[in-house]
């Protein structure tokens, strides 16, 4: 049976107060997010909106940005990049062969940012989405690491915590790790089917996430739907699935019926599929949890 790989996070836990503006009332145009007591500045602009954000006064300021988009299979895309005049840069990438469709930029608001800083930035956050692996990174090259003295370096940490807790609250997950916080009771399941099929997985607020090691089955069922063969065959062709059937990275579904279906081979219900130790359903846990609450 597979084991689930946790990776480690340092980030305290304690609540946080965003502020955001959108402006025009429109969410998916230009965003404004800025946290209490942090220096620091995120704007999330759609594609078509660059020309505003050029009236901003800091839209020249030195930081990072992360271009966000999709790929000819539907998969997730993202690049990393910094720059010392943030709309120049931006600007440039018009012309890119990989599209886009928003971006993300991440500023301090006295433009106390330098070049040996987004440098450092950039580097890290490229590592972050290595290891995370949620999307497809467009990157040619890793980006350089400069060196930085260790007032800076302490700076910068705290610098790409918040940033992380904005991107992913304006709902882009290419930075979101599996936290070793999370291992102490979290319920762990597993599915054991026909064809070699044998898994564990667990459930994620975004949807579910089948172990690295978890094995497939080796062929699919005559009236599995044509669009869960053909991710079957995606995940093959990337790797993410080997030759042998089995899960080479823990991989998040959008849903346990999604990743359910991948593992057995045929269409399946993931919320009556997947069990745990103790032979309960997903489905199970949430009705016992929701009588719980009705019992307080």
């Not at 594609?47 to 030195?62: I, P």
């Not at 040619?140 to 904005?166: G, H, K």
């Not at 899960?247 to 057995?264: E, G, I, N, R």
């Amino acid at each position: 049976m597979s084991k689930c790989a946790f990776m480690e996070d340092s980030k305290v836990e304690y609540n946080k107060t965003i502020q955001m503006c959108i402006f025009e009332g429109n969410p998916n145009g230009r965003i404004l997010c800025e946290l209490s007591n942090w220096d620091g500045r995120i704007y999330k602009i759609s594609r078509s909106d660059l020309n505003e954000f050029s009236k901003r006064n800091d839209s020249e300021y030195t930081g990072i940005y992360f271009l966000f988009g999709k790929n000819s299979d539907n998969d997730e895309t993202i690049y990393i990049g910094e720059a010392e005049k943030m709309l120049t840069r931006l600007k440039q990438h018009l012309n890119d062969d990989d599209y886009w469709n928003d971006c993300v930029v991440v500023l301090s608001k006295d433009n106390k940012l330098n070049k040996a800083h987004v440098k450092y930035l950039e580097n890290s956050f490229y590592t972050i989405a290595k290891e995370a692996n949620r999307s497809i990174i467009l990157n040619n090259t890793v980006p350089t690491r400069s060196s930085i003295s260790e007032f800076d370096e302490s700076m910068l940490i705290e610098f790409i915590d918040n940033t992380r807790l904005l991107v992913n609250t304006l709902g882009y997950k290419s930075f979101e790790r599996f936290q070793q916080k999370n291992k102490t009771g979290i319920a762990l399941f597993s599915i054991v089917a026909a064809r070699g099929a044998n898994a564990t997985g667990y459930l994620v607020p975004d949807g579910f996430t089948v172990c690295k090691g978890s094995r497939v089955a080796t062929s699919t069922a005559p009236s599995m739907s044509h669009n869960l063969v053909e991710l079957r065959l995606k995940l093959m062709n990337k790797g993410i699935i080997n030759d042998a059937f089995v899960f080479t990275v823990d991989y998040v579904f959008s849903s346990p019926s999604l990743a359910a279906a991948v593992v057995m081979g045929r269409n399946a219900n993931g919320r009556t599929e997947w069990k745990t130790n103790d032979k309960k359903t997903i489905n199970m846990l949430e009705e016992q949890n929701s009588d719980d609450i009705n019992n307080n």
